[in-house]
């Protein structure tokens, strides 16, 4: 086994029903806790600065709305603040960021579930979309059991990514 690559298989079916493929994670020595963090909430940043639609096979219809005043004809309304679409190098990293989740064991599908909610931040406000005690309720847990269990699943990546050594 090589020390800047290490393969790893997965013969599971996913949710989706399609096989994954070799996944190739880079070693990473050194790496901590809270770099393994704050790679996962940018990754959950760039995924929801990605446009949530684009080209789609539905049918176009062309529809002039009703201008019932003169304040609506002219842009009175407020502006939707939109995050900048992300660059490419942005979206690579992502993708790698999200598949060190396939590290994760599958019988800890709960730790996945935990970390990949929680790596949801709004890319405007910096927030996250899901609080421990939100997680919490999802899974009918503490919310102290819940950010216990995801240091362990950050643990497990650390370990899974050479920074253990």
């Not at 800890?108 to 406000?125: E, F």
Request: glycine share 10%.
């Amino acid at each position: 086994m090589s020390d800047t690559m290490r393969a790893f298989k997965e013969s599971e079916l996913l949710g989706s029903g399609a096989k994954t493929g070799t996944i190739a994670a880079t070693r990473m020595p050194g790496v901590t806790a809270e770099d393994i963090v704050a790679r996962f909430e940018a990754a959950g940043a760039t995924l929801l600065a990605l446009p949530g639609r684009g080209y789609s096979t539905q049918i176009r219809t062309m529809r002039f709305d009703v201008v019932h005043s003169a304040l609506d004809a002219y842009g009175w309304q407020g502006a939707v603040v939109r995050p900048p679409m992300p660059s490419a190098s942005a979206i690579s990293q992502m993708d790698e960021v999200f598949g060190w989740l396939t590290l994760i064991p599958e019988a800890k599908y709960v730790l996945r579930r935990i970390l990949g909610a929680r790596a949801l931040v709004h890319p405007v406000t910096l927030r996250h979309l899901f609080p421990w005690r939100r997680i919490g309720t999802m899974l009918g847990a503490d919310h102290k059991s819940v950010q216990r269990w995801h240091g362990q699943a950050v643990e497990l990546l650390r370990e899974a990514l050479g920074g253990g050594e």
